[in-house]
């Protein structure tokens, strides 16, 4: 069973950095596509970017393209999200998902999820 655990989230300034992680445990890391979701009050969960296993191809939302990069260690079984320029409107509660295969836009494609870290940007 894949379990996938988030941290680094926290408040920080408008302009400022931040970076995600999100530690994989249970199989093997890189027979996993990842990704990153987030959710702000009152809206739904958005699709942030992707990774796949290998870490060779990454996509993005048109919303964070140029500021936000997605990486994976696999000796530390662990992706990332570098988030810089950070927006008032990137506050919201990330997640990150796995799923066995070819990444994917759609959130209900990723079978395992984790708990959630809150992202909150002041202006």
């Known amino acids: 069973q894949v379990q996938l655990v988030e941290s680094g989230g926290g408040l920080v300034q408008a302009g400022g950095s931040l970076r995600l992680s999100c530690a994989f445990s249970?199989?093997?890391?890189?027979?996993?596509?990842m990704a990153w979701f987030r959710q702000a009050p009152g809206k739904e969960r958005e699709f942030v970017g992707s990774?796949?296993?290998?870490?060779?191809?990454?996509y993005y939302a048109d919303s964070v393209k140029g500021r936000f990069t997605i990486s994976r260690l696999t000796a530390k079984n662990t992706m990332y999200l570098q988030m810089s320029s950070l927006r008032p409107e990137d506050t919201a509660v990330y997640y990150c998902g796995a799923r066995r295969g070819v990444t994917t836009t759609f959130q209900s494609a990723y079978e395992y999820w984790g708990q959630g870290t809150q992202v909150t940007v002041s202006s």
């Open positions: 990774i796949s296993g290998s870490g060779a191809i990454t």
């Open positions: 249970g199989r093997s890391f890189s027979n996993y596509g």
